[in-house]
């Protein structure tokens, strides 16, 4: 692996802990707005999760803000004094202005460092999206390709990424304006689940509707058994404190399509503050979203 370059993750990625503590990787916080305080989410280290989906169960509205300018060029500044280069995965813009942020840091970090060699890239992506991609980048990066090589396969690969996810309770995408106030009540009095999926400008669109929850999870696996190529390849799933329906979705996906390697777990706060608990999500690559 080449010392001097930095895979730089936010934890909009929902990665775990372990994939951010490995060598040449860097964690970034977003932040979540919690009883009227400001929490720093590291990769589920800062914020008992349990807690923070059980209080969403009870009815507890939760927030986020984006990092700004300062705290970007804080991050960068120390790596390029350090001699690294970057490759930071941003949280998708269509979801965020965080990458933004991350974008305007280094146009101005230039003015300073005019050699800086750090490349901001927006996902377009969310939770383990971005995750799938980090998992990707850091194989390229222990088989020693260049950053020219993994920067052109992020960007080359980031729209075949599809994102399938569903709620459990619909009142979070109500107040994201996903839903309307009379589809939440409907919906829930049916016990109606939404598909939705993250389309090719970052944003998170509702596709179509199951009857229950189990019906729901198995529609997840469907798209990936009909989407997914005839090559055995990775797969991640995100979930918001279901973890027993993560591993079933799991087990669905691995009976009918080809799953080399499975990577589960729990959302933070920066995508679980939107969507609740009980949220479940897949991913996989395919030739488009």
Known sequence: ?????????????????????????????????????????????????????????????????????????????????????????????????????????????????????????DTLSASMGIGFLAIQAYEMMKADKTKDEIVNYIENVKLKVNHYFTVDDLHHLKKGGRVSSTAATVGTLLDIKPILHVDNEGKLIPLYKARGRKKSIHELAKNFIEKSSDEMQLITISHGDCYEEARYLEELCRKKGNVKQCEINILGPTIGSHTGAGVLALFFESNKR
Request: glycine letters at 8%.
């Open 1 to 121: 692996m080449k010392e001097d370059l930095i895979l730089m993750v936010d934890s909009g990625s929902d990665l775990p802990i372990s994939f951010v503590e490995q060598p040449n990787v860097m964690g970034l916080s977003l932040n979540c707005n919690i009883e009227g305080k400001t929490v720093e989410d590291y990769f589920g280290q800062t914020l008992d999760l349990k807690w923070f989906y059980d209080n969403m169960r009870n009815g507890q509205i939760y927030t986020t803000s984006q990092v700004n300018t300062y705290k970007f060029e804080e991050a960068f500044e120390k790596l390029i004094l350090d001699g690294k280069s970057v490759i930071y995965l941003g949280l998708s813009s269509g979801l965020s202005g965080t990458v933004n942020n991350a974008f305007m840091a280094i146009n101005n970090l230039k003015e300073k460092y005019p050699n800086c060699d750090i490349t901001v890239i």
